[in-house]
């Protein structure tokens, strides 16, 4: 049974940092492409950033450029997801997730096949 566990939400300040966790479980993500996805209520999944499991190849939406960090640990078979200089827009909750898709549809969360249950984060003004 394929598991995501995520980790590491919180409050902080604008300007801090965070670092959230995605533990994957299950079966063999090595052709899989890992991304992160945040959702505010009322708003539809966003797109944050992405990386092939395989090749370190990374995406990320313009909003995070230069501020967050998507990297992966594949003796733990973790991903994570480093967030520095956060701004109180960056507030939602986080869902990990997986894709064996192609890397044109990376961005689309109707094209993930698994998903974890999602951790807060919430940065205050």
């Known amino acids: 049974q394929v598991q995501l566990a995520e980790s590491g939400g919180g409050l902080v300040q604008a300007g801090g940092s965070l670092r959230l966790s995605c533990a994957a479980s299950?079966?063999?993500?090595?052709?899989?492409?890992m991304g992160w996805f945040r959702q505010t209520p009322g708003k539809e999944r966003e797109f944050v950033t992405a990386i092939s499991w395989t090749s370190g190849r990374t995406y990320y939406a313009d909003s995070v450029k230069g501020r967050f960090t998507i990297s992966r640990d594949s003796a733990k078979n973790t991903v994570y997801l480093q967030m520095n200089s956060l701004k109180p827009e960056d507030t939602a909750v986080y869902y990990c997730?997986?894709?064996?898709?192609?890397?044109?549809?990376?961005?689309?969360?109707?094209?993930?096949?698994?998903w974890g249950q999602g951790t807060q984060v919430t940065v205050s003004s």
């Open positions: 997730a997986a894709t064996y898709g192609g890397a044109e549809t990376v961005v689309l969360p109707s094209t993930y096949h698994y």
């Open positions: 299950g079966r063999t993500f090595s052709n899989y492409r």
